[in-house]
């Protein structure tokens, strides 16, 4: 199995908590197993807690690993792209869209990809929740 989890989490108080459990059984031979977590934190007070369980009960498994990151928004990219004459709001978006496009783009069906990408854009407009 191959977990790719992201996030994005804008707002002070947001927070997102993410537990990933994979169990690799007693005859589960030969298996190959990855989870990761990464998540985006788009301004001052949002929090990720991420949390990758990994439990393997045999000793013949191809692989199996776990990974969790969380970053701030990328004040680099954004100026390098205002730089270069983008509308701060529209970088804001190519940034954040760069960031999720990694899992968007592996479904294939172009239809449902620009879906997601409007989501996240209708997402990103309405602004952090009030406190």
Known sequence: SDVHYKGALQGQQAHAVWIGDVLIGKKAFNTDS????RNLVLNEG???DSVPNLEIENGEIAGAGH???TGR???EQLFYLLSRGIPEDIARKMVVHGFF???IR????EEIE???LEAVDARLE??????
Not at 34 to 37: A, C, G, V
Not at 106 to 109: D, E, K, R, S, V
């Open 114 to 116: 620009e879906r997601l």
């Open 126 to 131: 309405k602004g952090p929740d009030p406190l």
């Open 34 to 37: 990855y989870e990761q977590n």
């Open 106 to 109: 592996q479904i294939g069906i």
């Open 46 to 48: 949002a929090k990720a």
């Open 73 to 75: 928004f990328d004040e």
């Open 101 to 103: 496009a990694e899992v």
């Open 67 to 69: 990974a969790s990151a």
